[in-house]
């Protein structure tokens, strides 16, 4: 059974860009979450989302956004990208049963 | 607000040299406590859950332990590929609330 899956693993951007990250979560879970994890730090919480609704979001601007389709996969998208946006980006499913299972990440540079 | 605190942030082990890290919590009721392995660049491996103050779960080398205010994973005898970042996140049980992790401790085992 697949796990996790995020793509792309590495990207490069500049300041000002846009990005889009995606997730698949792993089958039957209907829950995803997004966590942003710089260097040295636990990940934090951005998003969460539960049969396509919004659950939860944690303290970030409004430049970051996500969104939940009808097969629960995700996209984080983060606009007017800034140098301190670099990070693993993070993605979690999990279902009503079991806990957190985190993705691989994406490693976001911004240049 | 919830919050966890990790001690130590780095800690350095002969190989065969037993330790334990430390969890420190505050939350609005515990849902759950969470233990994490994270290698460096990749994603968070779930280790245990723990839910309630006494409970214990094991996995080869390593012992999670809980009481009402933190939470300690022992490691006995460790080997050179237990060096990784371990991570504490706990669960408020309010709701549909994400996980709130510490910053981690940093382990490495020296052959």
């Known amino acids: 059974d697949a796990g996790v899956t995020q793509s792309p693993t590495h990207l490069i951007k500049t300041r000002g860009q846009q990005v889009t990250l995606r997730c698949s979560p792993i089958?039957?879970?209907?829950?995803v979450s997004w966590y942003q994890q710089v260097l040295g730090q636990g990940p934090q919480f951005i998003f969460q989302y539960y049969e396509k609704e919004e659950r939860g979001r944690g303290n970030f601007p409004d430049r970051f956004s996500a969104r939940q389709f009808p097969n629960y996969s995700s996209e984080l998208n983060v606009n007017a990208l800034l140098l301190g946006d670099s990070a693993l980006y993070l993605c979690a499913s999990s279902s009503d049963r079991v806990g957190y299972t985190f993705g691989s990440g994406t490693r976001l540079t911004v240049v | 607000e919830d919050q966890v605190t990790q001690s130590p942030e780095a800690l350095r082990l002969q190989e065969g040299e037993s330790s334990s890290l430390n969890c420190s919590y505050t939350?609005?009721?515990?849902?759950?406590l969470f233990w994490y392995r994270q290698d460096p660049g990749k994603g968070p491996e779930f280790l245990f859950t723990?839910?309630?103050a006494g409970e214990e779960k094991e996995k080869e080398r390593l012992k999670a332990t809980l009481t009402k205010k933190e939470s300690f994973l022992h490691i006995t005898a460790p080997k050179p590929e237990d060096s990784a970042t371990y991570l504490c996140?706990?669960?408020?049980?309010?709701?549909?609330?994400?996980?709130?992790f510490g910053k981690g401790t940093r382990l490495s085992v020296i052959a």
């Open positions: 939350v609005s009721g515990l849902r759950g």
């Open positions: 723990l839910y309630s």
């Open positions: 996140a706990v669960q408020a049980n309010s709701g549909n609330t994400p996980l709130v």
């Open positions: 089958s039957g879970h209907k829950s």
